[in-house]
């Protein structure tokens, strides 16, 4: 294991959802994340919700996943932290 102070972390591709029955990630196809989100996208609700279910789904922090691009579009590239793409596909 290298000594870098800050893990690279990878970028993840999602298109979102909101108002949907439940939280559920429904495809990844193309190198984008399906995900239906169950809050409405009102004042970020469904942002916090998304990185909240991500983050559950992962089983990592919270404060490990940034939404760096799209906060008011349901596409949206999120930075993960401490982890490889190879890692990500077995937590997803």
Not at 10 to 30: F, M
Not at 61 to 86: W, Y
């Amino acid at each position: 294991m290298s000594a870098n102070k800050e893990s690279p972390g990878i970028r993840l591709a999602v298109r979102v959802t909101p108002n949907a029955g439940r939280n559920e990630i429904t495809d990844l196809k193309d190198g984008v994340l399906y995900i239906k989100i169950a809050a409405p996208p009102e004042k970020g609700k469904a942002n916090k919700e998304l990185i909240g279910f991500l983050a559950e789904r992962m089983g990592i922090k919270k404060a490990s996943l940034l939404i760096i691009k799209g906060q008011t579009s349901r596409n949206k590239v999120i930075s993960i932290q401490g982890m490889s793409n190879e890692e990500l596909l077995k937590r997803i």
